[in-house]
């Protein structure tokens, strides 16, 4: 018990490392960000499918349920990061940008027969974005100049547990601190630099997240079974109060006029649902396909329209994510380690939540392949590195198209902790 609390207070020390932002994409400056997924290393190389994967030997946050397979024997780590490499397309010109940190902590261990508890610490969204544009005014030789700058996101740390009711149903619960924070400016200078005009957004975020789980194992035969999974999100005001400064600065007099508006109660999390399903067969083939949908679409947004600081309806959307994916290991036991590797692969397409200028946000399409590879020592041969590269191509009319290269890395520990000597 004293290692399980190490653990947790482990985790909890290293949500420090997570206050750096893993995008540099200007499409988080909408909404609350780049909203990430629950995945994490063995189900990010399938593209991340996993609302209704189940192994004993695997920690899914995805759905809580998963969590009453693990064995009485195991204490499960998993930790991962990732980085990636942006091309951003807008009329011909072409940059690249890059980013990457930490992803995820979390560990799974079994209570009582039946129950696994889980903990650790994901990302929900994330903010980074520094970019300008430049436009001629009519009649003059003036040239404005107009600079955006994003940081932050949301983070969540996480208490669940699996239970399983019967034989084939499992239901689980995760409750999250929820917290982190944005800064988001707009700064326009003319080319004289006399005069400028920045509004700057700002909020500081501390509140919570529940998820429920389910997920009912259905045996085929003795090598095949077939999983359904359902998760559901509770959406809910976050109490959170974001303020907007409108800062007028006129270099001449070094003065500076700043008025600031504060939106009470201003951001809300979305009710979300997910559904999924999983054929196994044996320990050598599994297969997977998930749709969520969230209802941001009910969700009011705070806005500043030049005149004063809102809430305004119709800046988001419902949105939908599909994602299919497989994983085959040739022989999981045999002697040839090229055969006890797990391949992954899969694909997906998600809608965005978000509108700009009234007109929906970039479409996605995405597509990953990756690697369970077994870690043999000593002591411990049960333990996985993941690794997996994921291709995604965000675009729309007349928008700024965006194809991310990322590589996730990943380390699933698993420790027999609970092994009971006996001595003859």
């Known amino acids: 018990m004293n290692k399980i609390l190490a653990s947790f207070v482990l985790a909890t020390m290293t949500t420090s490392a997570f206050a750096q932002s893993n995008t540099n994409s200007p499409y988080s400056q909408f909404g609350l960000g780049d909203l990430t997924d629950q995945s994490v290393g063995f189900n990010k190389g399938m593209n991340g499918v996993g609302l209704a994967m189940r192994r004993g030997n695997e920690v899914n946050p995805m759905n809580p349920a ?17 980085g990636q490499i942006t091309n951003y397309n807008e009329n011909g010109t072409k940059l690249n940008g890059k980013s990457g940190g930490f992803d995820y902590v979390v560990a799974l261990f079994r209570a009582f027969k039946g129950v696994g508890i889980s903990f650790g610490v994901l990302p929900y969204s994330n903010i980074g974005y520094n970019y300008n544009s430049t436009e001629m005014l009519s009649d003059s030789q003036t040239a404005m100049q107009t600079t955006y700058k994003g940081d932050g ?9 699996g239970i399983r009711l019967l034989k084939p149903l499992s239901i689980g619960a995760n409750i999250s601190y929820f917290w982190g924070d944005y800064n988001r400016s707009i700064t326009t200078a003319s080319s004289s630099g006399i005069n400028s005009l920045s509004k700057e957004y700002k909020v500081d975020i501390s509140s919570y997240k529940f998820d429920l789980g389910m997920q009912l194992a259905l045996p085929l035969n003795k090598l095949d079974q077939l999983t359904l999974g359902a998760t559901w999100s509770l959406g809910h005001s976050l109490k959170a109060d974001p303020t907007c400064s409108i800062i007028n600065t006129n270099s001449t007099i070094s ?15 979305a009710t979300s649902y997910g559904f999924g399903l999983a054929y196994n067969h044996a320990d050598n083939l599994r297969v997977g396909a998930d749709l969520t949908m969230q209802k941001w679409g009910s969700v009011d947004m705070p806005d500043y329209d030049g005149s004063q600081y ?7 959307k419902d949105n939908y994510r599909l994602n299919l994916g497989a994983e085959w290991t040739p022989r999981p036991i045999g002697r040839k380690f090229l055969q006890r590797v797990r391949y992954r692969a899969g694909v997906g397409m ?42 995604v191509n965000r675009k729309a009319d007349n928008m700024i198209k965006e194809t991310m290269f990322r590589l996730n890395i990943g380390l699933t520990f698993n420790e027999r902790w609970f092994a009971k000597w006996k001595v003859d």
């Open 66 to 82: 998963s969590y009453s397979s693990v064995d009485s024997l195991t204490m499960l780590f998993d930790a991962g990061l990732s």
């Open 350 to 391: 998600a809608t965005p939540y978000y509108k700009i200028n009234g007109q929906d946000g970039p479409k996605e399409l995405s597509a990953s392949i990756g690697f369970g590879i077994p870690i043999m020592n000593s002591y411990n041969g049960r333990s996985i590195l993941n690794i997996s590269g994921q291709i």
């Open 255 to 269: 003065k500076a006029d700043t008025t600031t508006y504060t939106v009470k109660d201003g951001l809300k999390l």
């Open 153 to 161: 996101g949301i983070h969540q740390l996480y208490l669940g547990t």
């Open 310 to 316: 809102t809430m305004k309806s119709g800046l988001l």
